[in-house]
């Protein structure tokens, strides 16, 4: 826990504005990863690498109860990220394709204050459920280094979300070496 000493409050905390809190905010943040990762080498340019990870990240926050309620979240985040990869030796190209995979669930008790004060910031609105957020991804990837000082990078990826529409992230890079400056 950290406290933060903050000025007496001048205002009634009101949604969506910030207040100050007397007597100091405590905040909680604590974060575990699982990953698992296995390369497997099809020939000898082409390698597949097949990752999977667990991620929970958990955060709290406590105010003096007489000023304001506290508030506690945690997600949990389930990544599958699958690769294709082509680097043949000797050459001046590689290039890379793959699935992502995600599964989020968004808006749990954090396991710090268990069954206390959750999502108490909503309480004008009344308890929220906890959701979920269902991604998928192909992403593509290619380098090619014409010359020892020079680069291009080329590669995007294209998200179908559960909750919002298609999107497109192209990413193109040129990068040239110049010495030491």
Not at 69 to 98: C, M, V, Y
Not at 125 to 133: D, F, L, N, Q, Y
Not at 154 to 168: K, M, N, P, Q, T
Request: no cysteine.
């Amino acid at each position: 826990p950290v406290d933060t000493a903050l000025p007496l409050a001048r205002l009634p905390p009101v949604p969506d504005h910030s207040s100050d809190f007397p007597n100091g905010i405590q905040y909680f943040y604590q974060q575990a990863t699982a990953s698992l990762t296995r390369k497997v080498k099809l020939s000898e340019a082409i390698r597949l690498e097949l990752n999977a990870s667990y991620d929970v990240l958990d955060f709290a926050q406590n105010a003096p109860a007489n000023t304001f309620t506290s508030r506690s979240d945690r997600e949990d985040h389930l990544i599958s990220r699958n690769l294709i990869r082509w680097e043949p030796q000797n050459s001046n190209i590689k290039a890379a394709f793959g699935y992502e995979f995600r599964h989020n669930r968004i808006g749990m008790r954090s396991l710090e204050k268990g069954d206390r004060d959750h999502q108490a910031i909503l309480i004008v609105s009344g308890r929220v459920a906890p959701w979920t957020i269902l991604n998928h991804a192909i992403l593509s990837e290619v380098n090619w280094k014409p010359r020892e000082d020079l680069a291009f990078f080329a590669g995007g990826r294209v998200d179908f979300h559960e909750h919002a529409s298609i999107s497109l992230s192209p990413r193109l890079a040129v990068t040239k070496d110049l010495g030491n400056n």
